[in-house]
């Protein structure tokens, strides 16, 4: 576990960040995502969802428009997307008759935005280590597989563990880990426009 720590903290400040950021939200992803595939086939009719995944499919063709944005201004706007799943989770809870229906429309539209953001963010973030740490690009690539898998196993072991507790518990505790990653990405708001900042100085 020491040797696994000091392999992730022998990145630079920005990929050290990213690879924080990626196990986060694949743990928030991992518990979200049975529970919006149950609540889809509950609120939406066959030809909604098929137009809903095509739009998945367009948003990632879409990020031409914000590929040319800095890596602060995309980690803002992922932020922004990320409370707005946050919001429509709370909804669950609001309305007992509309609230779950509201939830899957609304993290299924925001979710588009987010697939299309977090395309280009990902886009910056390999051009920031191409271009700054080439030499790191082997034991990053090494590093954000093992941490993606760990989140995923995370994220099934809860959902699977409160699954026999029922889809309200599923809700809370996705609502819950998104309230706390959100906190986290709130307090780092400037943190990718300081390093952006930095590098420039360095390099002038």
């Known amino acids: 576990m020491k040797n696994y720590i000091n392999k992730l903290n022998s990145f630079d400040p920005v990929t050290w960040f990213r690879l924080i950021n990626m196990f986060l939200i694949t743990v928030c992803i991992g518990i979200t995502a049975p529970l919006l595939i149950s609540l ?27 590929v ?93 563990a409160l699954s026999f507790i029922g889809p309200d518990a599923i809700v809370a505790a996705a609502l819950g880990v998104y309230t706390m990653v959100n906190f986290w990405y709130l307090k780092n708001w400037n943190f990718l426009e300081e390093a952006e900042k930095a590098q420039a100085e360095k390099v002038a």
């Not at 509201?102 to 390999?126: D, H, K, R, S, W």
């Not at 993606?148 to 809860?158: E, R, T």
């Open 40 to 66: 889809k086939g509950t609120y939406m009719v066959l030809w909604v969802i098929t137009i809903f995944s095509l739009g998945y499919v367009f948003a990632q063709k879409a990020n031409k428009s914000l």
């Open 68 to 160: 040319n944005k800095s890596m602060s201004d995309l980690y803002r706007m992922l932020t922004t997307a990320n409370i707005g799943i946050q919001i429509s989770l709370s909804m669950y809870f609001v309305d007992p008759t509309y609230g779950p229906e509201i939830a899957v429309y609304g993290i299924t539209i925001v979710g588009m935005f987010e697939v299309m953001i977090v395309t280009a963010y990902g886009i910056q973030l390999n051009n920031w280590i191409a271009t700054n740490y080439p030499e790191s690009m082997k034991d990053f690539g090494v590093m954000k597989a093992d941490l993606s898998a760990n989140g995923q196993l995370v994220a099934m072991g809860l959902a699977g």
